[in-house]
């Protein structure tokens, strides 16, 4: 979850140059900030805690720098506790994404050799054990490659390092678990925990893969087999997209910038090429059985599309990506997994799609982020295209994944049925943009104003509706901090009810299919209780206190039904005082168990 960003090259200036690839992977950690250069066979740092927002930096003049933006694991948000870690002569520099799970041996044992600890991180034991190790091996050009190699095989664990030695004038990686670019550009090679924080510098990118160490020198790049200790030649990807994608541009937060694309990006999907979707519904057809898992929104788009598959005619079952480990022995090599995940790196829905793999079992994946491990791996990978996606809360991905998911089911059933949920997504973009609008907004922006105080708030839907429910609660909680809880509208009297008192916010999910009437049945029984209704339906409604209207455009109403939640959610953060783009204690991209 935490971002790593580094440069070896030409350039002078290359503390500035890590700064700003930090500022591009803020999303991926907050809570502080660290920055090592080589300064005279030396490490000179600048490590502070907090948002990295518009911070500038003082450090030296260097060819060579190492930076980390860090969610806490291993120790409290302390200056102390930031990467990078040093060892005891100040002359490695260690960043890491990951957990160390053998820490507390690791500890004692380095203690009792004699090493100063002075943060509580798993990090710093990474650079004490180097340390260690380069005492033992003979000097040579692969000495710092061996000796991260042979302390990387100490931890246990998923974890992706880099160290920096200032002695030698270069840095050394290895992965296993968390993501990590290589970027070739003219005057220099630089390593990114997200290759789109590569794209000032360069197109050309190498993505490493797990079991795999990379040493960076300013005269090239070489990586090696963990296992075997042999040379292998990168593989070079051309990646696609500018710089301008990872900007805010003119909009106030990420949130706003990325709710604001969502319309012309359904229009995009509706007029791919259906290929794609074709392909991935055969594989559905051809599967004796089909599991779609995933995470987070990810995993409630995966929820809602079982409903998508069951009017197809098709049995799919939603499993959670972190509770798929203990039910994949049903799996078989005629079974296919979907593995939905914005960056194609969140650990759950890999460690899903190995053993899946494992078993035998076909791997398609809905992914964001061309080149991640998901993409990679998987036997067939539908991008979602909807560019960088820099807020921590999900929009315009999980509107992509609810679209194609839709599409595909549409698929199953034949291609005029495909047509038609192709020309609802164009209607839904229509009716998103409307939700847009200056009208709506200030009518969510009423009701945000009017429920900014309440501390527990409940969304109800059924069917499809559901998943829906357990969204719209995510969105509120994650970014506004008000206790928010989805239930399916059937469990309200099987002790729901319970948590209904006078004044009590409770969304409705009401749209205008097979579910409503039941729905606004859970709504008279909400409202007899005192609770404050929002209906989020096609028209107003007696049991309704408000009503955000979302038009009844057929299939896709389903996508269009997520949008209240992202504004009503960005508008009660506004009020509370709390950053849309950066929620305390979450990060993108959960990397980590």
Same mark, same amino acid.
């Given at each position: ?41 030396? %490490? ?8 990295? $927002? ?5 450090? @030296? ?18 200056? &102390? ?54 005492? #033992?091996? @003979? ?44 970027? +070739?550009?003219?005057?220099? +090679? ?71 694309? #969502? ?42 599309? #079982? ?16 509770? +798929?480990?203990?039910?994949? @022995? ?14 194609? &790196? ?142 399916? $509208?059937?469990?309200?009297?099987? $002790? ?28 008279? #029984? ?11 339906? @096609? ?50 991209? %959960?990397?980590?168990?």
């Amino acid at each position: 979850m935490c971002g790593i960003f580094g440069y070896v090259g030409e350039r002078q200036d290359a503390a500035e140059i890590v700064l700003s690839g930090l500022k591009q992977l803020e999303y991926r950690g907050y809570d502080s900030w660290g920055i090592a250069v080589r300064e005279q066979g030396h %490490v000179a740092v600048d490590k502070r805690i907090g948002k990295i $927002g518009d911070a500038t930096t003082n450090l @030296p003049k260097s060819h060579m720098a190492l930076g980390h933006t860090r969610w806490a694991t291993h120790g409290s948000v302390t200056g &102390e506790n930031a990467h990078p870690q040093l060892d005891c002569h100040g002359r490695l520099a260690v960043v890491h994404n990951g957990i160390v799970s053998n820490e507390a041996q690791l500890r004692r044992a380095l203690g009792r050799a004699g090493h100063r600890l002075r943060s509580q991180t798993d990090t710093e034991l990474i650079a004490h054990l180097i340390e260690d190790l380069l005492e #033992q091996i @003979p000097e040579g050009p692969d000495r710092l490659v061996q000796a991260t190699i042979a302390a990387f095989r100490r931890l246990r664990g998923l974890n992706t390092i880099t160290v920096l030695d200032a002695r030698r004038g270069e840095m050394v990686a290895a992965k296993s678990g968390s993501p990590l670019s290589i970027g +070739f550009s003219t005057g220099g +090679f630089l390593l990114a925990s997200d290759h789109s924080a590569l794209l000032e510098h360069t197109r050309r990118v190498s993505f490493l893969r797990d079991g795999q160490a990379v040493r960076v020198k300013s005269d090239g790049v070489r990586i090696y087999d963990m296992q075997s200790g042999h040379e292998q030649t990168p593989e070079i990807t051309h990646i696609e997209g500018t710089a301008a994608q990872v900007t805010r541009g003119e909009h106030p937060d990420f949130m706003t910038k990325e709710i604001l694309e #969502q319309p012309e990006l359904l229009r995009i999907l509706a007029d791919r090429a259906p290929a794609q979707i074709r392909d991935l519904a055969t594989r559905i057809d051809q599967a004796t059985d089909v599991y779609l898992v995933g995470c987070g929104s990810s995993g409630h788009a995966a929820h809602v599309a #079982q409903y998508m598959f069951a009017r197809a005619g098709r049995r799919v079952h939603y499993v959670t990506g972190s509770e +798929f480990s203990y039910l994949y @022995p049903f799996l078989g090599s005629r079974s296919l997994v979907i593995a939905l995940s914005q960056s194609g &790196e969140t650990l759950d829905v890999l460690a899903a799609v190995r053993a899946a793999h494992e078993r035998g079992a076909s791997v398609a994946a809905i992914t964001n982020v061309e080149g991640s491990t998901l993409w990679r791996t998987a036997d067939f990978t539908l991008p979602l295209g909807v560019g960088p996606e820099r807020c921590v809360l999900a929009t315009k991905s999980i509107t992509a994944q609810l679209a194609l998911l839709l599409l595909t089911s549409h698929a199953l059933m034949s291609g005029s049925e495909l047509d038609i949920a192709r020309g609802s997504l164009r209607r839904a973009a229509d009716d998103i943009e409307r939700l847009l609008g200056e009208t709506s907004r200030r009518e969510i922006q009423a009701i945000a104003q009017a429920m900014q105080a309440r501390e527990h708030l409940y969304v109800l839907g059924r069917g499809a509706n559901h998943g829906l429910a357990l969204e719209t609660a995510l969105k509120i909680k994650e970014v506004s901090y008000i206790h928010a809880e989805g239930f399916a $509208g059937g469990e309200l009297k099987h $002790g729901v009810m319970a948590l209904i008192e006078p004044r009590t916010p409770c969304i409705v999910l009401a749209p205008q299919d097979e579910t409503q009437a039941d729905s606004l049945v859970n709504a008279m #029984q909400v409202k007899a209780r005192g609770g404050t209704l929002i209906g989020i339906a @096609p028209e107003p409604q007696a049991a309704f206190d408000h009503c955000i209207r979302v038009t009844d455009v057929g299939p896709a109403t389903l996508i269009s039904t997520t949008i209240p939640a992202q504004l009503l959610g960005y508008e009660l953060a506004r009020l509370r005082g709390r950053d849309p783009d950066m929620p305390r204690n979450l990060a993108k991209g %959960v990397t980590v168990r």
